[in-house]
T-cell receptor, first 117, second 109 residues
């Protein structure tokens, strides 16, 4: 079946531009996570949605980062006034059930590679 | 902060079993151990998870010690396509996965 889909696959932005990254989770999945992965590092948690509610945004590095999931399915991660340090792969993951169940795996997309020049 | 410790790299001969260790000495009673792997330019791929019993699926086996302070992921017959970074993760309260640095497994012919 269809997995988690992310677009675009690659994005190049000039410093100061705004970008929007899209995530299409697996249909019916309640939970949605965003991660940031710098080169040579493990993924780092950014934010979590249960349906349309953003329940955890503790990992967002600054107020330039904003995520939404208005109808509880597709999610968008927006980065305003991009900086060079924002260059990374942005990963989205979804899970069938809510965060109270630790027994449901996260399924990841292949990410969007953002390069800020 | 990651709650697991893994060796940074390991080698394995093709066709042999790959045994990847992980220490998670501070794990709590209701926290699951998850294993993922990541091949270059792809997202992390789910392998297996467990709470306290040993688990097996079509990809791998997971052996968790009785005190739950460590575990081992076993790939029974490693192939070149199993070359990847393997992450052992304790799933914490709130449901998120906190990744560490992982083990870079190289399967050699």
């Amino acid at each position: 079946g269809a997995g988690v889909s992310q677009s675009p696959r690659y994005k190049v932005a000039k410093r100061g531009q705004d970008v929007a990254l899209r995530c299409d989770p697996i249909s019916g999945h309640v939970s949605l996570f965003w991660y940031q992965q710098a080169l040579g590092q493990g993924p780092e948690f950014l934010t979590y949605f249960q349906n349309e509610a953003q329940l955890d945004k503790s990992g967002l590095p600054s107020d330039r980062f904003f995520a939404e999931r208005p109808e509880g399915s597709v999610s968008t991660l927006k980065i305003q006034r991009t900086q060079q340090e924002d260059s990374a792969v942005y990963l989205c993951a979804s899970s069938l059930v809510g965060r109270s169940s630790y027994n449901s795996p996260l399924h990841f997309g292949n990410g969007t590679r953002l390069t800020v020049t | 902060d990651a709650k697991t410790t893994q060796p940074p790299s390991m080698d394995c001969a093709e066709g042999r079993a790959a045994n990847l260790p992980c220490n998670h000495s501070t794990i709590s009673g209701n926290e699951y151990v998850y294993w993922y792997r990541q091949i270059h330019s792809q997202g992390p791929q789910y392998i297996i998870h467990g709470l306290k019993n040993n688990e097996t699926n079509e990809m791998a086996s997971l052996i968790i010690t009785e005190d739950r302070k460590s575990s081992t992921l076993i790939l029974p017959h490693a192939t070149l396509r199993d070359t990847a970074v393997y992450y052992c993760i304790v799933r914490v309260a709130g449901g998120k996965l906190i990744f560490g640095q992982g083990t870079e497994l190289s399967v050699k012919p």
